[in-house]
């Protein structure tokens, strides 16, 4: 699909420059598309701002009605979207699957956000790292709220979020307006006069460079957990957790344990544990149905990854599983073993910086002041997840760091929902969180697939 997404019909773009689209589990082409250009921006953003007036005028009741409409449209068409999440964007059978209906609950059950617009234009670009979730958030609470919408998918998602965008055809034209194309894209859409504000989901460097036009600003960005495994932690439920948590979508997921504290007196035996559960996961091509385990983005990003394993290693930390680029199955994409390095001092680099790729990094503690103070200078706002018998001891060493959500021993697995019948996920929020919520919440574990992608 070369075509792009305007005034509620696909159309040819303006420009003639097309990028060809490669599978990066193989390298090898999956299709075409347009690289956009200010033409294209201009029709875009002329079609949004003309159906703004009569979208905001709907009732919100006719604006999740027309929501729900398109989640149904978007389950129709699972399987051209399934298809393209992995063939371009590298995600499994089980992770395409996961997202779509994740995105098409978010779609028929949207959250109102404090946009700040009333009836405005907005912007929407979207990560390669979650390709469709995300984005499916964003334009929910952008529509519920009776704004119009133009949207960027990150360039290894494009394919993808084109196709869904067949799910947008039954709302009014110029509601939603889907455009493809790269960074230059992306800068000329945020500095477009007619959009009122932005949203964007990815590296924090980007997101930086996006605060500077005055208007509105929605940023998504640094959202990795970190995460704390007590001495007294269920070290099985703890090793799946972390895992599942790093390595979805290739190590790529914004919602991961980045940085991973492990009480000292059961470090090595959690080391132990975790190398021979992550070494024996299937790493593959993802069209085949056993494989957990894909690729990276790109040529570029499995070859960061390895460089930053290494400068991992001159700092002091210890390699005990992969840490450099293969080929399975012969396959010429992009490609990393799964990764795992201990003894990974604070402060270090894997602990500045998003590793973007299936490497665990484990740095052992002792001392629990001095963990608080290790989670607070780098805490993002996502949340941290921790693992222990005591949960009032473990709520406690993190209720005073500002983060959105503590995690309780969140029972990830290879199985989404977990496959624990009866159980319940233990959420806090923090009181400045929480609002009128209790301190304290059950989750049905049916819920969790959601909520963990």
């Known amino acids: 699909m070369a075509q792009i997404f305007i005034d509620g019909r696909f159309v040819d773009a303006a420009t003639a420059t097309v990028r060809e689209v490669a599978n990066p589990a193989t390298a090898k082409p999956v299709g075409h598309c347009a690289e956009c250009g200010v033409v294209d921006v201009e029709q875009a953003t002329v079609a949004a701002r003309a159906a703004r007036v009569d979208w905001s005028a709907c009732s919100s009741d006719a604006r999740r009605a027309a929501l729900k409409a398109a989640a149904a449209a978007l389950r129709r068409g ?54 469709l979730l995300p984005i499916m958030r964003d334009v929910a609470s952008a529509l519920l709220a009776g704004e119009t919408v133009v949207l960027k998918p990150a360039p290894g998602a494009a394919l993808a979020q084109l196709e869904a965008a067949r799910a947008w055809a039954g709302l009014p034209p110029g509601v939603v307006n889907v455009l493809s194309g790269d960074a230059a894209l992306g800068q000329a859409l945020v500095a477009h006069a007619g959009i009122d504000a932005v949203s964007f989901t990815g590296s924090a460097g980007v997101g930086a460079a996006l605060a500077v036009g005055g208007r509105p600003l929605q940023l998504h960005t640094g959202g990795a957990d970190a995460a704390i495994v007590a001495r007294d932690a269920d070290l099985d439920l ?216």
């Open 238 to 453: 703890a090793v799946r957790a972390v895992a599942w948590s790093r390595l979805r979508h290739g190590g790529r997921s914004c919602a991961s344990s980045r940085r991973l504290y492990v009480h000292s007196a059961v470090a090595d035996e959690f080391v132990t544990r975790l190398h021979q559960y992550v070494g024996l996961l299937e790493v593959d091509n993802p069209v085949k149905p056993a494989v957990v385990l894909g690729p990276l983005a790109s040529a570029d990003a499995a070859k960061r990854c390895e460089g930053r394993v290494v400068k991992s290693m001159r700092e002091g930390a210890r390699l005990v599983l992969g840490g450099f680029r293969f080929r399975p199955s012969g396959l010429a994409g992009y490609w990393l073993q799964p990764t795992i390095l201990t003894d990974v001092r604070q402060g270090a680099l894997a602990m500045r910086e998003e590793m973007a790729g299936p490497i665990l990094t484990v740095t052992p503690y002792t001392d629990e002041d001095v963990l608080q103070r290790w989670v607070a200078e780098a805490a993002d706002p996502l949340g941290v997840s921790v693992f222990g018998a005591d949960e009032d001891a473990l709520c406690s060493l993190v209720a005073a760091l500002h983060v959105h959500t503590i995690w309780v021993n969140l029972p990830q697995s290879d199985d989404v929902p977990p496959a624990q019948p009866g159980a319940a996920v233990r959420v806090y929020r923090p009181a400045y969180a929480r609002n009128s919520t209790p301190d304290f919440y059950e989750l049905d574990p049916l819920q969790v697939g959601s909520l963990v992608e």
């Open 78 to 131: 699972r399987e051209g979207i399934e298809t393209l999440l992995i063939a371009e964007g590298g995600l499994t059978g089980r992770e395409a699957r996961t997202a779509l209906e994740a995105s098409a609950n978010a779609l028929e059950q949207p959250v109102r956000r404090a946009m700040g617009l009333n009836g405005g234009v907005r912007a929407i670009l979207g990560p390669a790292s979650s390709p």
